[in-house]
């Protein structure tokens, strides 16, 4: 058992993804991995707090050690037809910061769209589209957004392996 879950997760998750994901197949029932968190969640010693039910768990750092680009690790339970659990995990941000993100990038993305439409009129009816300048502004806009997740990302990137770390302890006991 010990084995198959150090084969089946990576030990490192590439910096490149933007939120790393992992599956892994285990010989537990979903009621007894549920407890297996719940357990290990109640301990005093932890490095990351959390909540499971029967198809859903999370993981996070507690508010006193926790900053702006802390990762969460949020698992799907599954079970399947052999009598044990399929387990998917998916490493993000918190959802305050996905969405943050989220609503710049559509924000620069209407916008662009915006300047290209009117733009683009100007220029079929023969007048200055100045409006088009914008643009390489915007797509530099864009990249210094995308270049300041991708920072935060490195620096959760020490919690990521510690939350796995605990994780994988927690499927271990």
């Known amino acids: 058992m010990v084995d198959e879950v150090y084969e089946e997760v990576p030990e490192e998750f590439s910096i490149g993804q933007v939120r790393p994901r992992f599956k892994m197949d285990l010989n537990y029932s ?17 490095p990351c707090q959390g909540q499971a039910n029967e198809t859903y768990a999370t993981l996070y750092f507690p508010r006193d050690k ?13 079970g399947n037809e052999e009598d044990g659990t399929h387990l998917r995990g998916l490493y993000g941000p918190r959802p305050a910061v996905w969405t943050m993100f989220v609503f710049f990038y559509s ?9 290209v439409m009117i733009g683009g009129s100007q220029l079929m009816l023969g007048k200055s589209s100045w409006v088009l300048w914008l643009i ?32 994988l302890k927690i499927l271990i006991e």
């Open 107 to 115: 924000i620069l993305a209407v916008i662009t769209l915006f300047c």
């Open 136 to 167: 390489p502004f915007l797509v530099i806009l864009f990249a210094s957004l995308y270049y300041v997740a991708h920072l935060g990302k490195k620096k959760g990137k020490p919690e990521i392996e510690v939350m796995h770390q605990f994780l």
């Open 66 to 78: 926790r900053h702006y680009w802390s990762p969460q690790l949020t698992l799907m339970i599954e």
């Open 30 to 46: 979903p009621e007894a991995l549920v407890k297996k968190f719940t357990v290990a969640l109640s301990e005093d010693n932890k």
